[in-house]
Structures are given as structure tokens and as C-alpha cells.
């Protein structure tokens, strides 16, 4: 099997935010225009796309335009109205029963609330 590559925004942690209180930027990795390389279902490559396509100048790239990639990352959301039935409505958020999906998560708006998967 080839290598694949992943092209978009990336964000991801290189170390711990606990250990950087105040600073949690130093824990944090930002790259505009990035390129993930994987190879027999592991990562080969990552960094600015510019540096790591020339060491795969073949490889097949899906570029994931104006979405946030989270490499690493199992689950990255969490469902507040589902959080009740798990015993949030007693952590402080309040009684979230009456509240509808649409405007609870209204704040997505034209950004778009979803996941993107890239299977191996």
C-alpha cells in the first residue's frame, strides 16, 4: 500500500497544557498549511506542507479545505445535552431538558459542527 497524505489546517499537543499553566500555547502545535503522510496505517511525515511534500513528491493528498484537523485525537466533542443523563444537570450546568438541539448548538453556525474521519 502507498503512502496517502492529508492536507489542511492541523492542530495538536506536544505536550502536556497541565504542565504549562499560563502558557498552554507552549503545549500546542499550529500549522496553517500542513501535511500528514501515512504509510502502512502509521505516521510517516508531518509539518508545513511545503517541507514534507518534497520528500513525497507522489503521494496522494486529500486536502481538507476549511476544516480544523485534530490528529491524534479519538474523541474530540462532547454532547451537552447528553452530559445531563450522565449526571451534568448536578455538576452546576443546570436543567438542560427544555433546551432544543438547534439552539443549543446554534453557535455553530456557518462554520459547521461536524467531524472529519480519515480511515486507513
Do not use: S
Not at 11 to 22: C, E, L, N, Q, S
Not at 72 to 99: K, M, N, S, T, Y
Amino acid at each position: 500500500m502507498g503512502a496517502r497524505g492529508i492536507r489542511g489546517t492541523f492542530v495538536d499537543f506536544v505536550d502536556d497544557p497541565w504542565r504549562h499553566v499560563g502558557d498552554e500555547q507552549a503545549a500546542t502545535r499550529f500549522v496553517l498549511d500542513g501535511l500528514l503522510v501515512i504509510e502502512d496505517g502509521v505516521i510517516a511525515a508531518f509539518g508545513p506542507y511545503d517541507e514534507v511534500v518534497t520528500a513525497y513528491p507522489d503521494v496522494e493528498v486529500t486536502h481538507i479545505a476549511e476544516r480544523l484537523i485534530l490528529p491524534g485525537f479519538i474523541d474530540g466533542h462532547i454532547h451537552v445535552i447528553a452530559g445531563q443523563r450522565e449526571g451534568a444537570g448536578d455538576a452546576g450546568f443546570g436543567e438542560l431538558g427544555d433546551i432544543d438541539q438547534g439552539e443549543a448548538f446554534g453557535a455553530c453556525g456557518d462554520v459547521g459542527c461536524e467531524l472529519v474521519g480519515v480511515g486507513g
